[in-house]
């Protein structure tokens, strides 16, 4: 059984189609980052012009899904992103053929990385609609503008898959929340407030010039689950967590962010959480564990799987660089596909206070395009817009470490550690070049880090050389093997 999700878009692309077995599917908008170039935002927000159109498909399977895709021009050439034989893909003219035997996210990748379709496979096993009860939220078909709501304890919150909701769901000190569903929640309604006009090259300290609403946001809370939804046109963080605990969020499609800086999936001073199966395409960190103060309670018990990270600006996978806590430990990401990066893919930061241990990163696939480019940081109003790379002319970072006293995230003068991490069966393919680094502090150096069956286009590394490692100071107990 294959079956498109119902939508009441009314904007859909109308020169793509799509036929998956014999169900033609609707084609859905969204906007993404043109061009890898941010700069400090606050006071400013990115121009229409430093984004693209792209578009997604959502639709369930319980068997082989034989995806027809007619696009809107002829195709020169063609990829279909995670990289994978089975996916069986082929294309003549404007015509394109493939399989997507899994659930998970995939985005086909037409003539260069600026046209991009994605698919979103869900599993026919979903959590089913609830009870109408006073403590459920029911978005049904159609559009709803909801603005900013804050959720109580016990209170859930449905979005049917015809259901576009315009707005951010927040809580405070609440428990037991539970949001899910089918449809979109759309955040592009959401601006912020410009406090002062400043122009790019004023400094980087002034990261509170203006006042913004994350599309998630939860503080304080207990138990909290997210499932099944795209979220789509971040303003900010597409869901933050300050001090929670027992956190799931698992098959949740973030597409659309290009504005300054919308982080995907941000856990502060979060213990016992859960991501898995979600796709996340992101400008700024897409997944990441930090520590913020006022709160400085443990991030522990933190495991992300399964999941597909396209970055068009930032990290993929991510601990720090605010490290507010007294330990950020026992933090693993494993199973996941790296499918896009610009800064890094495998980071971890430290300019605060806390230790940084038991932080594992496993099983990992990073596909590194010869169109990689290293992003641009603006100085200047006038500044022209990157020429776009095509023959692999930039390295791009895979595995980065660093212990720094950074100007404006840093909350003193005390640094804190990084240790005991590993890097275990990572596979890497590389058109671009790669490039990795390791940075401790002199009074805490950065000690034992292991990289155990790290491959690049299939063959093991076995020299830390050989993976352009550069150990640039304070740091020891680095193994390869």
Known sequence: MIRAYRTC????????????GNEEMPVLRAYV??????????????????????YFVNFEADEDAKVYVRWKHTVKNVQLKPVSPENELTFAGDEIRFTLKKDGGYVLVVDGYRETLHFFRNGTAEPSAPQPKDNVLYYGRGFHDVGIVELKSNQTVYLEEDAVVYGCFHAKDAENI??????????SRNKEKILREIPVDFGDADSLNAEREHTMQFIGCRNVKIEGIVIRDSLVYNIGTWDCKEVTIRNVKVIGCWRYNSDGI??????????????????????CVKGHLPYGTDCEDIVVENCTIWNDWGNALHVGVEACAERMHNIIFRNCHVIRVTCSALNIGN?????MYDIVYENIDIELDKDCQRPILQTEDCQPL????????????????????????????VRGKIHDVTFR???????????????????????????????INGRKINRLE???????????DINIR
Not at 11 to 17: M, P, T, V, Y
Not at 270 to 278: F, G, K, N
Not at 386 to 400: C, Q, R, Y
């Open 178 to 187: 539970h949001i899910y569903g089918k449809g979109i929640l759309d955040n």
């Open 425 to 455: 069966n990572i596979h890497i393919k590389a058109d671009a070049g790669i490039d990795s680094y390791i940075l401790g502090d002199k009074e805490n150096p950065i000690h034992d880090v292991t990289f155990e069956n790290i491959y």
């Open 9 to 20: 878009e009314e904007d859909l692309a109308k020169d793509i189609l799509v036929r998956i």
């Open 351 to 355: 300019v605060d206070y806390g230790d």
């Open 386 to 413: 990157p020429k776009l790379l095509e023959n692999g002319e930039a390295d791009v970072t895979v595995f980065a470490m660093q212990i720094i006293k950074h100007h404006e995230y840093s909350v003193g003068d």
């Open 466 to 476: 050989d993976l352009r490692l550069h150990v640039l100071e304070n740091a020891h």
């Open 33 to 54: 980052s043109a061009y890898p170039i941010n700069c400090r935002w606050p006071g400013r927000q990115r121009s229409v012009d430093q984004r693209d159109e792209s």
């Open 266 to 287: 941000d856990l502060h001073n979060t213990s016992h959480a859960r991501i898995s199966d979600c796709f996340l395409r992101t400008f700024d960190d897409s997944i």
